[in-house]
Nanobody, 115 residues
Framework: QVQVVESGGGLVQPGGSLRLSCAVS????????MGWHRQAPGKQREWVAV???????NYQNSVKGRFTISRDNAKNTAYLQMNRLKVEDTAVYYC?????????WGQGTQVTVSS
């Protein structure tokens, strides 16, 4: 049984930083492509960033240069470092661990950017 658990959300002022963590258990972590999605109130869930098992990264245009996705295979954990946060980054952030055949989602962590 694969489990995906996010942590690290919270309230931060505009311009601040947060680091989200995503711990995965129940399978070989290094095989997963890891991704982050977010859902703002009243909006559809959107893709934010992805990091493949081979180390390739890709980002939504609105977060390029501000967010960094990374992984530590020894700790079975992926991260999303978020810098220069904006009010419009406010959302529930979801981690997803993906294999070619299926994807495993976490329960989400709230990020609120507000002064």
């Amino acid at each position: 049984q694969v489990q995906v658990v996010e942590s690290g959300g919270g309230l931060v002022q505009p311009g601040g930083s947060l680091r989200l963590s995503c711990a995965v258990s129940g399978s070989i972590f290094s095989n997963f492509a890891m991704g982050w999605h977010r859902q703002a109130p009243g909006k559809q869930r959107e893709w934010v960033a992805v990091l493949t098992s081979g180390g390739t990264t890709n980002y939504q245009n609105s977060v390029k240069g501000r967010f960094t996705i990374s992984r530590d295979n020894a700790k079975n954990t992926a991260y999303l470092q978020m810098n220069r946060l904006k009010v419009e980054d406010t959302a529930v952030y979801y981690c997803v661990a993906s294999l070619p055949s299926r994807a495993f989602w976490g329960q989400g962590t709230q990020v609120t950017v507000s002064s």
